[in-house]
């Protein structure tokens, strides 16, 4: 039972126009999301955040919504880099969870064309 | 990065064969995280510790074992391994505040790649 679902395996963009990767969660508890990249060979590493109790955060090219009634978060990346060429995983937690664990979804991989 | 080395980072060895893997951080992180890595499953908990000699399961612990004995380094063993747990292991720790680290965010190693044949 995955918690936390990415359903497009894989994405292409050119470059300069926008990213959007999506993610879907089915756990009402989970309070807080997370999303990470990781290049072949390197651990994933974290690239932005987002509450619940907010619905937009942004850092730079990069923003994540949140939609809590439609358990739905997005991640914009604009405009996208050939470097910005990585797979992306979405991670969710629970301020309630043991150990404040982290459930991940299976990643997209995502190809920015030159 | 959180100063997080994992070793080995390459291993290749034989079905029912004991292998350990470590990690092993710089800070003083009191939380720490055992994942594989699979193709269509992405990041799945093995194991973690909230401190000293204090661990507890995670989503796929059938098979392994852990052991902390310290703050700095967290072990995670394969007591007897199988080919389906070749894998990708990445070792996390949680981001403490009061170190100066993004709080409730995880921080990953560069991973250790084990191959069981």
């Known amino acids: 039972d995955q918690q936390v679902k990415q359903n497009s395996p894989s994405l292409s963009v050119q470059e300069g126009r926008i990213s959007i990767l999506n993610c879907d969660y089915t756990?009402?508890?989970?309070?807080?999301f997370l999303w990470y990249k990781k290049y072949p060979a390197e651990g994933p590493t974290f690239l932005i955040s987002?509450?619940?109790?907010?619905d937009k955060n942004e850092d730079g090219r990069f923003t994540v919504f949140l939609n809590k009634s439609a358990k739905h978060l997005s991640l914009h990346i604009v405009p996208s880099q050939p470097g910005d060429s990585a797979v992306y995983f979405c991670?969710?937690?629970?301020?309630?969870?043991?150990?404040?664990?982290?459930?991940f979804g299976s990643g997209t991989q995502l190809t920015v064309l030159p | 990065d959180a100063g997080i080395t994992q070793s080995p980072r390459h291993k290749v060895t034989e079905t029912g064969t004991p292998v350990t893997l470590r990690c092993h951080q710089t800070?003083?992180?009191?939380?720490m995280y055992w994942y594989r890595q699979d193709p269509g499953h992405g990041l799945r908990l093995i194991h973690y510790?909230?401190?000293?000699?204090?661990?507890d399961k995670g989503e796929v612990s059938d098979g392994y074992s852990v052991s902390r004995s310290k703050t700095e380094d967290f072990l995670l063993t394969l007591e007897s391994a199988t080919s389906s747990q070749t894998s990708v292991y990445f070792c996390?720790?949680?981001?403490?505040?009061?170190?100066?680290?993004?709080?409730?965010?995880?921080?990953f190693g560069p991973g250790t790649r084990l191959t069981v044949l």
């Open positions: 756990n009402s508890m989970f309070d807080y």
């Open positions: 991670a969710a937690g629970g301020s309630s969870g043991s150990a404040r664990q982290l459930t």
């Open positions: 800070e003083n992180h009191r939380y």
């Open positions: 510790s909230y401190g000293v000699k204090d661990t």
């Open positions: 996390a720790i949680r981001g403490d505040p009061g170190l100066g680290a993004k709080a409730d965010t995880q921080y």
């Open positions: 987002i509450s619940s109790i907010k």
